[in-house]
């Protein structure tokens, strides 16, 4: 068996296992509302007490609230297929594969314990990079530079601001 992936995380992010569980979860329902194979294959590669946030954490609702945190995003790509999502507290999340469109230009934001730790599961690309940074920080989105982008861009942080907006 392959190494455990070590996780040393503030108390605040360790709840990013909160959502990736109920995906893990829902993914081996017989009917999902949605599939996320990568929350599975992480949990199964972390060296973390998976069930401190299991069952009784609100997992129904976290499902639901990414089924339609998806769609949101989706509805955005349809109308904006090269547009930039800035996927705020991004934790382990796996939406840029779930419905990213191969033009979308995306930025995963969140502490930099986090993203140390995301950085073992997903790779940054042509069109996703992750930033480590705390939203807080005033200039933490000033005016990121897109993957693939070299001058202002219209944008989206995703999923509140884009409702909101409509």
């Not at 109920?22 to 996320?36: F, H, M, N, S, Y």
């Not at 930025?107 to 930099?112: E, G, H, R, S």
């Not at 897109?146 to 884009?162: D, E, V």
């Amino acid at each position: 068996m392959a190494d455990l992936v070590k996780v040393e995380l503030g108390a605040v992010q360790e709840t990013l296992f909160i959502p990736l569980a109920a995906r893990a979860r829902e993914t081996r329902r017989r009917r999902p509302v949605l599939r996320d194979p990568k929350a599975a294959e992480i949990l199964a590669s972390v060296d973390y007490d998976t069930k401190k946030y299991g069952r009784g954490w609100g997992g129904g609702v976290t499902v639901l609230r990414t089924a339609i945190f998806d769609c949101w995003v989706s509805d955005f790509l349809a109308e904006h297929p090269g547009g930039t999502v800035v996927e705020i507290g991004t934790g382990l999340n796996s939406r840029f594969d779930r419905v990213g469109n191969g033009q979308v230009h995306w930025i995963d934001l969140d502490l930099p314990d986090t993203i140390e730790l995301r950085r073992r599961f997903f790779a940054e690309s042509g069109h996703r990079r992750m930033v480590a940074a705390s939203v807080l920080d005033q200039d933490c989105l000033r005016s990121p530079t897109a993957p693939g982008r070299t001058s202002s861009w219209p944008r989206a942080c995703l999923p509140t601001w884009y409702r909101l907006r409509r």
